[in-house]
């Protein structure tokens, strides 16, 4: 009689064993993929956190050119203020320029130092040698010259010297952001470039509009 009974009782018991292994792999290969998961979910970040700062030397070169170059509109901004009897179109334009471009200049110089880049030469057309005085002239920067022409004129005189050579200044920059956009790699400085062509080139056109009214 121990023979039917007795195997069925060892099957069963071979069974439930069976079953507990099984179970015991199962949860363990959900807790190994569970695993896997979680460390596939943070890599993208570690990632991305290694390219925060990337950059090249197009965007070193950007941000170094165009901080003096922002200087210069501030300091051209602030003698058509000083001044009176200027058209209000041209001192609304004047503050703008140096609401934008002031903020601007702070961050360009933090992304200089992140990148341990080398700071701006020179400075707003002053005390220039040649080969500077050259290189800003071909970004549409004004000399000491015209800008103490500048400081000297009155009403609108002053108004149209300071369009024309805001004009030419703001063409200078959006070739220098249209150069970064071509060439830079580091995607805070390519941003900026994108904003500064639409506005200085917005600017552009409200400059020669108000131009042709003097």
């Given at each position: ?8 009782a060892g099957t069963a ?202």
């Open positions: 009689m121990l023979s039917n009974r007795s195997l069925l018991a071979v069974g439930a064993t069976l079953a507990l292994l099984l179970s015991g792999c199962s949860d363990v290969g959900t807790e190994s993929a569970g695993h896997d998961h979680t460390t596939h979910e943070h890599e993208p970040t570690s990632q991305a956190g290694d390219g925060a700062h990337a950059h090249n030397d197009a965007d070193a070169t950007f941000a170094r050119d165009m901080i003096p170059h922002h200087e210069q509109a501030i300091v051209m901004s602030d003698i058509i203020l000083a001044k009176q009897d200027i058209d209000p179109r041209v001192t609304d334009l004047a503050n703008q320029i140096k609401a934008a471009q002031g903020p601007e200049i702070v961050t360009m110089q933090e992304w200089l130092t992140q990148w341990g880049a080398e700071a701006p030469s020179g400075h707003e057309g002053h005390d220039m040698g040649g080969d500077m005085a050259a290189d800003h002239a071909a970004m549409g920067m004004m000399s000491e010259e015209q800008l103490e022409q500048l400081r000297q004129a009155q009403g609108a005189d002053a108004s149209r010297q300071f369009l024309t050579g805001m004009i030419a200044h703001h063409e200078g920059a959006v070739a220098m952001a249209q150069t970064e956009v071509d060439n830079g790699q580091a995607e805070e400085a390519i941003h900026l470039a994108h904003e500064i062509i639409e506005t200085q080139q917005r600017e552009i056109d409200a400059m020669k509009g108000i131009l042709g009214s003097l």
